[in-house]
């Protein structure tokens, strides 16, 4: 999207330019999409469940890891009583094949572990993902609606940066409607308990 912007942006900048009908018909206008993003109510409360959903993961991790050093420090318990030469033989081999099963345990413990990390990393990035797509979604439809009832030609994100990471928009006397655009979506807002 970002390219095909930056190949046309010339061109729409060509025709501001031109005079007479083609200047009176071309209108601009700035939006920066980071600051709408980030103080949309819908993203604040996304972003508080996302923190939940990182935070119960990460939970479950612990219970996991609190597994593995339990079972390592019984498996070190046993590796000790199976080395210990007071006890029988017959003991210490009973205590060697416990300590040889507790190494299994283990590492079917790490391999559980691996398997929830990979997991959960990828339940988050779905998550985020599928969060910003919704929000984006909801926020170009203000920013078109916006763009039409002003009458824009074009509507640009002065926060949008090049492959090189410059900014896109550098300088600027369009209209700026990023608090016209936050307004409109933080209309719906859920108005916040009185105490």
Do not use: C
């Not at 009583?81 to 790490?110: G, M, P, W, Y």
């Amino acid at each position: 999207m970002k390219r095909l912007l930056i190949k046309w942006l010339p061109l729409f900048l060509l025709l501001g330019m031109l005079p007479g009908v083609a200047h009176a018909q071309f209108k601009a206008a700035t939006v920066d999409l980071s600051r709408v993003f980030t103080n949309y109510w819908k993203f604040k409360e996304a972003d508080l469940s996302l923190q939940s959903l990182r935070t119960e993961l990460a939970t479950g991790f612990e219970d996991l890891k609190k597994s593995e050093d339990k079972g390592k420090e019984s498996y070190t318990t046993l590796l000790s009583e199976a080395n210990n030469q007071v006890l029988s033989s017959e003991e210490r081999d009973r205590k060697k094949k416990a300590a040889e099963d507790k190494l299994r345990e283990i590492t079917e413990i790490r391999r559980t572990m691996e398997q929830y990390e990979n997991q959960a990393r990828t339940r988050l990035i779905d998550q985020r993902t599928r969060v910003r797509e919704n929000l984006l979604t909801e926020i170009y439809a203000v920013v078109r609606s916006k763009g039409k009832a002003g009458n824009y030609s074009l509507i640009l994100d002065s926060a949008g940066k090049t492959a090189d990471q410059t900014p896109i928009v550098i300088y600027s006397t369009a209209e700026d409607i990023t608090d016209a655009v936050l307004s409109q979506l933080n209309a719906g807002a859920p108005t916040a308990p009185k105490k």
